[in-house]
């Protein structure tokens, strides 16, 4: 396969955190813009602080970057910067996290950063024909009640927000934790997926399942460690947005040769690929699709069934999905 038909191939990115698409560039960039000090030097200070050793030491320099977020047209540029690298790799459909509790507990409106994205989403779908949803991420290292407040802020801009998500550390904070906020969120019409099987044990992704009633399952590669849960997630056809390159930077893979992507893809499951936090794991979504299909060796079949997958686990209706089949 020649290098850019992982970029031509049109795919849905279906995991990526926007904060975790802050270049250091711009990162840089917007710290000096907004008089915000950043422990880093340089640019190149910046990229090598990014050596992890599990997903708490990069959550610790994720949050710290993204204080230099201030305004709108912060998180305009952000969003904006990322749909053009994304449309470059292929990405004709995207449904993206932010994590207002980021942002809200440093004192920066909701409405801010909402009115930042819907203008670069507006920038996506004029520049590029590209459809972009938002996913509400809840911060599952805060308690249920912070979550309670900010599905409330959220409330005026509801209709234009598609569902939530749950992320930040795992473990310690399992799924059960937010059930009420789940079921409320539910009830509001939202869609909902959580992070599960990252670094959290098997039951974390059956509670996302009892408990949450989730539509999607943001990685779930600890999943294999438990046969009657394959069997399930295969059964419901239950869709795993895997991210090979963030699984290798926060060591849950040791190398990307070891990947389980095509395990997963024998198995049954519906696994997909996407980039995560590309600018903190070296590579956006075809990137991904690039390094995991040469290293584990997969057929042209195979990348075509992930990328498939993509549109099969999106939150599209009927219609739009049978446009991208
Ligand atoms: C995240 Cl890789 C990952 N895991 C959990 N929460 C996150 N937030 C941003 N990236
Ligand atoms: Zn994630």
């Known amino acids: 396969m020649t290098p850019d038909f992982y970029s031509r191939l049109p795919k849905a ?4 955190h926007i904060e975790g698409s802050l270049e250091p560039e711009l990162m840089f960039a917007l710290s000096r813009r907004n008089r915000i000090a950043i422990p880093f030097a340089s640019v190149d200070d910046i990229r090598a602080a990014y050596r992890f050793t599990d997903l708490q030491s990069f959550l610790d320099i994720y949050y710290a970057g993204a204080a230099v977020l201030q305004t709108e047209e912060d998180f305009h540029d952000l969003a904006a910067a990322y749909f053009d690298r994304a449309a470059a790799d292929g990405v004709v459909h995207a449904e993206i996290f932010f994590d207002p509790q980021t942002h809200t507990h ?4 909701m409405g801010v950063v909402l009115d930042g994205l819907f203008a670069a989403i507006e920038g996506a779908r004029s520049r590029h024909g590209m459809t972009v949803e938002l996913i509400l991420s809840y911060l599952r290292h805060l308690d249920e009640e912070d979550a309670f407040a900010t599905l409330r802020a959220a409330e005026p801009w509801l209709d234009r927000i598609v569902g939530v998500g749950l992320d930040s550390s795992e473990r310690g904070n399992p799924p059960a934790k937010f059930a009420r ?17 990252e670094e959290g044990p098997p039951a974390y992704i059956r509670e996302a399942l009892d408990l949450l009633a989730v539509d999607r399952i943001d990685h779930g590669n600890r999943a294999l460690e438990d046969p009657a849960l394959v069997a399930r997630l295969a059964r419901t056809a239950m869709t795993l947005t895997v991210c090979p390159l963030s699984n290798v930077a926060l060591r849950n893979v040791d190398r990307i040769e070891d990947h389980p992507i095509d395990r997963m893809l024998d198995l049954g499951l519906r696994a997909t690929v996407h980039s995560d936090d590309p600018a903190y794991f070296g590579g956006y979504i075809a990137e991904n699709y690039r390094a995991v299909a040469e290293a584990r060796r997969l057929s042209r079949d195979a990348v075509v069934t992930l990328a498939r997958n993509s549109f099969l686990g999106a939150f599209l209706d009927d219609a739009a999905l049978a446009d991208h089949l």
Not at 13 to 16: F, G, K, Q, R
Not at 182 to 197: D, I, T, V
Request: one cysteine or more; charged letters at 25%; glycine letters at 12%.
């Open 106 to 109: 440093r004192g920066i409106p």
């Open 13 to 16: 990115e279906l995991h990526l």
């Open 181 to 197: 906020v789940f079921a409320a969120s539910r009830e509001r019409g939202l869609k909902l997926c959580c992070h599960a099987g």
